[in-house]
């Protein structure tokens, strides 16, 4: 599915997504990552929704956002508490959604002026 028309932004912008992969700013991705309105997107090494660990969310804890939108593919799913203790003890808040729903909120969010984290699980792909 298209999102946007521009292929050039300021910002880290979902501009397509399908069940194998997400554009950001016209450039495809076909593994899961982190997206910062204002970073360039970034490998999250999560291969399916199963292996996620605190350890993941750690990770995205350290970019202090305020509010992270986990994408979790094809279907909504949510991570048990523990899992994002180190979000929640700063006051991130988290929502899971299908991915889809994601990349179509983070651009919202980000359009905004949100200091927004999409975190994306592209199941089966790998960076390279």
Known sequence: M???SDSTQQYQTVTGYDASGVEINAQRFNY???VMPETPPRP???TRFEDLQAAHFEQI???APD???LGTGERQRFV???LIAALSARHI???SMDSQAACRTYNVLMGEGRKVTLALIIEGGTAA
């Open 32 to 34: 899961s990552l982190l």
């Open 2 to 4: 298209k999102l946007h």
């Open 44 to 46: 999250w090494e999560v």
């Open 93 to 95: 808040g988290v929502e």
């Open 61 to 63: 804890a350290a970019d």
């Open 80 to 82: 048990h508490p523990r």
């Open 67 to 69: 509010v992270v939108i």
